[in-house]
């Protein structure tokens, strides 16, 4: 909202946020290691990592990924926060926890989980536990009041849609994608098969499987390990990623690689639990040289990956090269050269959704349009009912297929179309403009009248 304030629909105050978000979000990464007492070197090199990580591209380059960056954003200082309390035991440092918690809650659900990484935090690293088990009833009372008025206005928010998920299908969804985890673990070590619309379908685990090979030989010769901290971070990675493999019965899942924003804070938390990362010495010039290496690469997998996100076609395009038996990728691709007017580009791409995937929402819809530019007029209402009759609540099949019975001069039944429209979505301007034209034409002045200004008040234009 504060970007659309500013610069309305200019794209360059969103782009700028993002990256905003995301550089003070890696300064939080540095002081949220420290204040785990991960040595300052280490944390500063973790910080870097994160800052410029090529899997972290979509988080900061494509907008809609904001929601995971702004979640760390929130995430991050309730714990340096919560730490801070203990260091210092002002109380002004728990009440700003509470508040950068109540921050996450009420931007990613997934931080319904913070509580239990909290009482990890407190049992395993804590050194005043104490402390910590006294301020129990404070933290969890704050929890019950935060936890109630969010459950209060997610109910409100979701009466007219409610959620399509049971506990027991949640649970299902993420032991069905449970391979998802090798598959951003191998994008996290080795970040060389990265994609705008990842499946795992499409995708190879090859380079998650050699991740896991490496970290396990880093385990074995790394002699001392804090197992307090390996457990924490572990908790972390889990905690906030495993809710992003819930989907919808017959979905086909995307991982997008946004999502592993937070979740690869535990896995710096790991890392530095381990003698190997613990006893490099930054004074050495083969360890700095090193360093600067990965950042070199890291840097110009960075930019090269973010090509792929300047434009709409750039996007899909790539969306549809590393993941060709998605068809949400190819509905896309083909929205966006039906937008750009290359209507024999979108058929095609079209055509391919329809054949990986019969029912996929709106693409009957889609190719009912290019039809109609093609005449062929008896395809077009096939499509638009096969759509409806997949999806009878699409507001915009109504109002084509509406368009499509106006054209042929069925104008009775354009209007009984655009009245299902209008009855399905209040707000859809080019019905409510068709009915006050059909109620115009046939002499219904008042109900023309009624149409008319409805549609005005939604920015229709006449």
């Known amino acids: ?67 995971d960056s702004l979640l760390a954003f929130f995430v991050l200082p309730s714990f340096i926060f919560l730490i801070s309390f203990f260091e210092k035991r002002k109380s002004y440092y728990l009440w700003l926890y509470l508040l950068f918690f109540a921050l996450a809650l009420f931007t990613k659900e997934s931080s319904i989980f913070i509580p239990v990484l909290v009482l990890f935090y407190g049992l395993l690293l804590s050194d005043k536990r104490n402390l910590f088990v006294n301020i129990l009833p404070v933290l969890f009372l704050g929890w019950i009041v935060i936890f109630s008025v969010w459950f209060y206005l997610r109910s409100i928010a979701l009466l007219s849609s409610p959620v399509p998920y049971s506990i027991l299908g949640s649970i299902k969804s993420i032991f069905d994608n449970l391979e998802a985890v090798i598959l951003y673990i191998g994008k996290v070590i080795l970040p060389f098969n990265l994609s705008v619309l990842p499946t795992l379908q499409d995708s190879t685990l090859v380079y998650g499987f050699i991740s896991l090979v490496l970290i396990l030989v880093l385990f074995i010769f790394s002699k001392k390990k804090n197992y307090s901290l390996i457990t924490f971070g572990l908790l972390w990675f889990l905690i906030f990623l495993l809710p992003s493999f819930i989907r919808p019965s017959g979905y086909v899942p995307d991982f997008l690689e946004h999502r592993i924003y937070l979740p ?21 010039p083969l360890v700095n040289f090193i360093f600067v290496l990965i950042i070199v690469i890291f840097s110009i997998l960075n930019i090269w990956h973010s090509n792929k996100f300047k434009d709409k076609i750039s996007f899909w395009t790539s969306a549809v090269k590393t993941s060709p038996s998605h068809p949400l990728a190819h509905k896309n691709l083909g929205a966006m050269y039906y937008l750009d007017h290359e209507y024999d580009k979108a058929k095609q791409e079209f055509l391919k959704a329809v054949e990986i995937n019969f029912e996929e929402p709106m693409i009957h819809n889609n190719l009912g349009l290019i039809y109609m530019r093609e005449n062929n ?14 999806n009878p609540n699409y507001d915009n099949a109504l ?40 109620y115009g034409e046939i002499g219904d002045r008042e109900k023309a009248d009624y149409y008319l200004y409805q549609a005005k008040l939604r920015g229709a234009e006449f």
């Open 1 to 67: 909202m504060f970007d659309a304030l500013i610069s309305g629909n200019n794209p360059f105050f969103y782009h700028l946020t993002n990256v905003l978000i995301h550089l003070s979000t890696s300064i939080f990464v540095f002081i949220f290691l420290n204040k785990l007492k991960i040595k300052r070197e280490l944390s500063f090199l973790w910080a870097v990592v994160f800052a410029i990580h090529p899997v972290l591209v979509q988080a900061v380059a494509w907008l809609p990924g904001r929601n």
């Open 264 to 284: 690869l804070v535990g896995i710096f938390v790991i890392f530095s639990s381990l003698s190997f990362f613990e006893k490099i010495d930054f004074s050495k």
């Open 377 to 390: 007029f008896d395809k077009a209402k096939e499509e638009f009912e096969l759509e409806l009759k997949i």
């Open 399 to 438: 109002f084509n297929l509406g368009l499509l019975y106006w054209g042929q001069n069925e104008k009775q039944k354009a209007a009984e179309m655009w009245l299902k429209t209008v009855l399905i979505n209040p707000d859809h301007k080019d019905a409510l403009k068709g009915l006050a034209v059909y």
